[in-house]
C-alpha cells in the first residue's frame, strides 16, 4: 500500500509505502529504541521491553490476523522462522530478567 502525502508549508509530497512488519523485524526496531533509553528513563525501557517481549509471544503463541481475510488463520511458520522466533523469545526473556534483578 503506498500513501502519497502533501505537505503545507514545502508544497512538497512525501511518498509512504506501507506494509505490515514481521514479528523479528517489529521486535527488533522496538529493542533499539528501548536501548538509547535503557539508562535515561528505565520506565520507558521496561515498557518497549514489555511490548516487544508480548509481540514475540503473541507470534509464537496464538492465531493472527491475515490481511485480506475476515477471519483469524493459523498461521504456520517454517522450522528456521520458528526457531527464530523462539530465540529471540528467550532473549527478550533474559532481558526482561535482568531488568528486574537490578
Known amino acids: 500500500m503506498f500513501l502519497l502525502h502533501s505537505s503545507h508549508s514545502g508544497g512538497g509530497w512525501t511518498l509512504y509505502s506501507l506494509s505490515l512488519p514481521s514479528p ?3 521486535y527488533t526496531d522496538i529493542l ?3 536501548s538509547a533509553h535503557q539508562w535515561s ?3 520507558t525501557y521496561r515498557h518497549l521491553l514489555c511490548e516487544g517481549h508480548i509481540i514475540l509471544r503473541t507470534a509464537l503463541t496464538t492465531s493472527t490476523w491475515m490481511p485480506g481475510s475476515s477471519e483469524a488463520l493459523s498461521r504456520s ?3 528456521e522462522f ?3 522466533l ?3 523469545y528467550r532473549d527478550s526473556c533474559a532481558l526482561l530478567a535482568d531488568y ?3
Open 41 to 43: 528513563s528505565p520506565t
Open 86 to 88: 523462539e530465540e529471540m
Open 24 to 26: 523479528p523485524i517489529l
Open 82 to 84: 520458528r526457531k527464530t
Open 77 to 79: 511458520y517454517d522450522d
Open 100 to 102: 528486574y534483578i537490578m
Open 32 to 34: 533499539c529504541v528501548a
